[in-house]
């Protein structure tokens, strides 16, 4: 797919695609001329969705992206615009695996001597950050953290929202406040440890009273944060008596590196009595734990040691055409210089499996990434709802009528490498190349499973917009369109809508982003949603409560 120099109208992505996606706003009644061809349209098409090239019966399948997307609901006339009413879910039926071969992926001859400033880890994992985290084992302490978050803020100095406590107070005082505040009165303060990039605080609402299942997945998930290059070493507050037994996170640590030697205090509330023992206990293993974490460096590093995580949410019509493509290239790269990249969302790749079976580098690796989804979806059916129900009203509204254009437009976020690896939640990488990990489509899950996974780097692109981050790893925001950007550039990085207009196409796009990602893994520019402190953390809960 390649858009021309010019603003175009139309696009159409593949071969053997029988729609066309509208760039811009189509009037009714205008005629559009593809391939020698003249399309008068009985209705506005707004941009970003689809219309067909040509006459289609009940029943017929809807090709986009050169693979099926739904079919027709009725007998529908060139022109016509897809919408929830005339087209239904379909995908393809799976067969065989058809192994990829002879890959040869982007020319990485530029990138090859490309180098980040990053923190060495003993295991040979390179952090394109270095935090000290402080998390429970059960919600019961939550407070416990948000005192501790407040006191180590105040007491370090950094501040934030310093102009909206004006704001507020001039709203309580007299009424009148500046609707348009400066852009850096939010700014954070340096944090007063050149070698630490701050301390993170991570709530949530496990831990105890779920199934067993519940605990452990929580623990396997808090593991991989803990062996995550970006984490120096945690305090870690549990109550006592909860289901998730800090001797079970212990063995989770064991199963995943048993070696594993960071620095962690874990502190036992029912142990330590009260609140002031637990309190000053904590502090304590912060600040001496801080000043520990000071003493790593950042030093060269070669581009294979980055692990990019690979989401998006608040996804538009553009989004599989602009933004997922330059995370793909930018995958490919990743992937060609030897490198890591990780595509979750299992549910947002319904509808491509085939592609991705016949990317798989073994037979097993194919089996277990159906079995993972076919166990998914029946568990999403007994709950009353199934992949084919994905879209979410925002998709709509911007042209994604069905979870199989979804799923195909989210998909290109993977790029075109073989896949080296399957990995169900909450695992680690183990296998340098592209990895499928199993999460919900859920921004926010996905992003905190993508982190506890070994992600150093997460992109996410939107086209809607969304202020997602993460308590330990970069998240940069790219935008599908340059109208978002420009509405959102508070909380989005990078604009790849310069493919949709014409000013770049995917491979210069894919270009600038590694620049800014190596920017970032250095250090060198902080993030939107670490300028917002925006640090979301929702683990995945696979089972009921009890």
């Known amino acids: 797919m390649e858009l021309k120099s010019s ?23 205008e005629t559009i001329e593809y391939n020698n061809k003249f399309i008068t349209l009985p209705n506005q098409v707004k941009a970003k969705h689809k219309f067909l090239i040509d006459d289609i019966d009940s029943g017929e399948n809807i090709i986009m992206y ?35 071969k002879n890959w040869e992926g982007p020319d990485v001859n530029n990138w090859s001597k490309k180098t980040f400033m990053g923190y060495h880890r003993k295991d040979g994992s390179v952090g394109t950050a270095n935090y000290w985290i402080v998390f429970p084992l059960v919600f019961c302490e939550n407070k416990y953290i948000e005192i501790l978050k407040e006191v180590i803020n105040d007491v370090f100095g950094i501040s934030k929202y310093e102009n909206y ?36 605080f991570i709530t949530h609402s496990m831990g105890c009273g779920g199934t067993r299942q519940d605990a452990n997945s929580l623990l396997g998930l808090l593991s991989g944060y803990l062996l995550n290059p970006n984490v120096a070493g945690a305090t870690i507050l549990g109550l006592g008596c909860q289901n998730a037994q800090y001797s079970i996170l212990e063995e989770e640590l064991n199963k995943r590196m048993p ?20 309190l000053t206990s904590a502090l304590h293993s912060i600040i001496e734990g801080v000043k520990l974490a000071d003493n790593n460096i950042r030093t060269e590093t070669s581009i294979d040691k980055l692990i990019i995580g690979l989401e998006c949410g608040a996804s538009d019509g553009f989004s599989g055409i602009s933004a997922n493509p330059v995370l793909g290239q930018v995958s490919d790269i990743i ?15 319904c509808g491509v499996e085939q592609e991705l079976i016949n990317r798989c580098k073994t037979d097993e690796l194919a089996e277990r990434f159906i079995h993972l989804m076919d166990n998914y979806e029946k568990a999403a ?28 437009g989210a998909a290109k976020k993977g790029g075109t490498a073989p896949i080296s690896d399957v990995l169900d939640y909450p695992e680690n990488i183990k296998t340098k190349g592209l990895n499928l990990l199993n999460t919900p489509g859920n921004d926010v899950e996905s992003t905190t499973a993508l982190a506890g996974a070994g992600a150093n780097i997460i992109l996410f692109t939107t086209g809607l917009g969304t202020p997602t981050g993460n308590p330990i790893v970069p ?21 790849s809508g310069t493919v949709i207009n014409g000013e770049k196409n995917i491979e210069e796009a894919a270009n600038d982003l590694m620049d800014l990602i190596l920017e970032v893994a250095s250090g060198n520019k902080k993030i939107k949603a670490v300028l917002n402190q925006q640090y979301d953390f929702i683990p995945w809960k696979r089972g009921v409560s009890l």
């Not at 060609?336 to 299992?346: P, V």
């Not at 998240?475 to 604009?495: A, C, E, G, Q, Y």
């Open 259 to 278: 070696d594993f030697d960071k620095p962690i205090s874990y502190l036992d509330h029912q142990t330590l009595g009260t609140e002031d023992s637990l």
């Open 475 to 495: 998240v940069i925001k790219v935008s599908s369109n340059t109208t978002l950007f420009n509405k959102m550039r508070d909380i989005i990085d990078f604009d």
């Open 7 to 29: 603003m175009t109208k139309i696009l159409k992505i593949n071969p053997n695609d029988n729609v066309l996606v509208a760039l811009q706003d189509l009037e009714q009644n």
């Open 165 to 200: 406590k004006s704001i507020a107070r001039t709203i309580l005082d007299s009424g009148e406040y500046d609707k348009n505040p400066s852009e850096n009165s939010n700014n954070i303060t340096e944090f007063p440890f050149k070698n630490v990039d701050g301390i993170r």
């Open 335 to 349: 992937v060609k210089s030897g490198g890591t990249s990780i595509l979750a969302e299992f549910p947002e790749l």
């Open 66 to 100: 050169g693979v099926i997307i739904g079919k027709a609901q009725k007998n529908m006339s060139k022109g016509e615009v897809l919408t929830t009413k005339n087209t239904i879910h379909k995908s393809s039926e799976l067969s065989k695996r058809v192994p990829l």
């Open 381 to 408: 059916i007994a709950a009353g709802s199934s992949f084919d129900m994905n879209p979410s009203p925002g998709n709509i509204k911007d042209g994604l009528i069905t979870d199989a254009m979804k799923s195909a």
